[in-house]
């Protein structure tokens, strides 16, 4: 990912750097070669971003998978506790008060693993957007300014 910033970097450096084309202002020219390279590089550089994307979001399903499976778990283990305790006296009534609080922690844990999960998700698909729209600006850039000259 950071390799698309720095190849970002060169493209503007190069821009910057340009001779200026008099009398036509904001026009420089950009030795073609060496921008399309750096394009070529980008596109090359993309699918692996997107494939890291595509992997996080599948760890974010599993992580998720994973709470849920744990929280049933916890669930199972409170019913199963509260099944043996068969008697109404304030054994049970204490049994039962534990059992719902382990079940209303568990569904909690639950809840904040998958809401850190999804954060996580959202804030590395929200940075590839800001990567992707930045690296696609660059590419209309260098084609328009293509067609100006």
Known sequence: MMEIFRILDEMEQMVKNSKKVPLM????????????????????????????????????????????????????????RVARMVDDNEITRNAMKMAEDIIAKAEQVANEIRRDADEYADGLLSHMEIVLKKGLDAVQQGKEAMRQE
């Not at 890291?52 to 409170?78: F, G, P, Q, W, Y």
């Open 25 to 80: 202002s904001g026009k420089v020219l950009v030795e073609s070669h060496r921008f399309l390279d750096r394009l070529d590089r980008m596109r090359a550089i993309l699918p692996e971003d997107l494939e890291t994307a595509r992997i996080l979001l599948a760890e974010k399903e599993r992580i998720v998978k994973e709470a849920c499976a744990e929280a049933e778990t916890v669930m199972e283990h409170s019913r199963d």
